[in-house]
Each structure stands twice: as structure tokens, then as C-alpha cells.
């Protein structure tokens, strides 16, 4: 089965804090994926990366930066953490080809006081 | 743009009531992909079914079924009999056949299910 890790389900933090998010997967899936979660707004992407050292913004990119040094582990990085940050952060991996469902991980919940 | 729109909320049944859940898709692509994913209160969401846009015919497993119309850009879910263990929020997702995007997903709002005893 696939693993995807995610290395917080609760965290709080604080406004202009750098906050780091971790996501690992153990199934060697070429992409990974960021989203958050809002109440009636569904999961929207915020990166995903196709390949080591390579990302794309998804949707809401603002406020969020990523980074991929190897290929099970993708990070999520809050440069300056803001109240409207506080959300349910979801990781995703999937295979690049044939449009694979991708597996997500238990979620990080992330409240910024 | 793609978009997915699930118009029900949050719907409540009585266990062993059957039960649907509606998913509308707009694309402009002609080769696409539709997902259905559940989110139990533990927070992971879990694949349920995929299907292409050139698989128009309905698919059932188990309690579950799916019916995907392309005349109503609809692909809608129904359980039959449902169970307590049907609560959760279900998400209708659709990926287009973008080379270089891999398979990105645009997920619907998502429905609330509540299975009451």
C-alpha cells in the first residue's frame, strides 16, 4: 500500500513565523502535490512538483513556497505565516503517467495565532 | 477553466436509505478524467473510482455506483442501503489530459454525508 506521511496533524504557530510542512511518501511517485482544504471550497492546489527540484504553482501559490531535493519528500514552506493561513493542509503523490489517482496523506491541521 | 461543482452541502439519510450524491464538471478538453474520493472524520481522503471520458457506462461496487453522463457533464454517485460508516465528506474531482500538468485535479466542493442510526 501506499504511504503518504505527513509529518504533523496538529501544529500552531504564530503570525511571521516560518513554518515548514513535510510530506513523505514511500512509493517512489514522480509527482507530490500541496493542497489546503476550506470548509465549502474543497481542496484547492497550492504546488505540486513532477520531478526532484522541479514545481509548478497550483492555484494559490501566494504566501507558499516548495521545495523537492528528493524525490519521496516534499516540503511545504509558509515564509511569513498569516491568520488566514489556518487551514487543513493535504499531501498528495501520484505516478506521473496514465493519470493515476493520487494518495493522500492524514492532513496537517495548521492554526497561525 | 475546468470547475466541479457539487451543489448538495451536507445531506443527512436515515442508515439503510439510499442516497446520491450529484457532481457537475465543466471542461473544455475532450479527454478527461473523473475521481470520486471519500474523507471519513480521520482526515485522509480514500480513492473510491476513477473514470475517462470516453467510459460512459455505469459502474457499480458493492453498495456503490456511479453514473456518468456526458450529454450533463454529470458523474453521480449513489449508495445503496447506507450505513453509519457512509459518514463522510465525499469529493468529486476531474483531471484534464494536459501532457506537462501530470494529473492535477480540481476538486468540488465537496457533500457531507450523515448516516444517522
Known amino acids: 500500500d501506499v504511504k503518504v506521511t505527513q509529518s504533523s496533524r496538529y501544529l500552531v504557530k504564530r503570525t511571521g513565523e516560518k513554518v515548514f510542512l513535510e510530506c513523505v511518501q514511500d512509493?517512489?511517485?514522480?509527482?507530490m502535490f500541496w493542497y489546503r482544504q476550506d470548509p465549502g471550497l474543497g481542496l484547492r492546489l497550492i504546488y505540486f512538483s513532477y520531478d526532484v527540484k522541479m514545481k509548478e504553482k497550483g492555484d494559490i501559490p501566494e504566501g507558499y513556497s516548495v521545495s523537492r531535493e528528493k524525490k519521496e519528500r516534499f516540503s511545504l514552506i509558509l515564509e511569513s505565516a498569516s491568520t488566514n493561513q489556518t487551514s487543513m493542509y493535504l499531501c498528495?503523490?501520484?505516478?506521473?503517467?496514465?493519470?493515476?489517482?493520487?494518495?493522500f496523506g492524514d492532513g496537517t491541521r495548521l492554526s497561525i495565532l | 477553466a475546468q470547475k466541479v461543482t457539487q451543489a448538495q452541502t451536507e445531506i443527512s439519510v436515515v442508515e439503510k436509505e439510499d442516497v446520491t450524491l450529484d457532481c457537475v464538471y465543466e471542461t473544455r478538453d475532450t479527454t478527461y478524467y473523473l475521481f470520486w474520493y471519500k474523507q471519513p472524520p480521520s482526515g485522509e481522503l480514500v480513492f473510491l473510482i476513477r473514470?475517462?471520458?470516453?467510459?460512459?457506462q455505469n459502474e457499480i461496487s458493492g453498495r456503490y455506483s456511479w453514473n456518468f453522463q456526458k450529454s450533463t457533464s454529470s458523474f453521480n454517485f449513489t449508495i445503496t442501503a447506507s450505513q453509519v460508516v457512509d459518514s463522510a465528506v465525499y469529493f468529486c474531482?476531474?483531471?484534464?489530459?494536459?501532457?506537462?500538468?501530470?494529473?492535477?485535479?480540481?476538486f468540488g466542493g465537496g457533500t457531507r454525508l450523515m448516516v444517522k442510526p
Open positions: 498528495a503523490s501520484s505516478l506521473h503517467r496514465g493519470h493515476q489517482p493520487q494518495h
Open positions: 473514470r475517462n471520458s470516453f467510459d460512459e
Open positions: 512509493m517512489d511517485h514522480e509527482n
Open positions: 474531482a476531474l483531471s484534464e489530459a494536459l501532457v506537462y500538468a501530470g494529473n492535477m485535479l480540481t
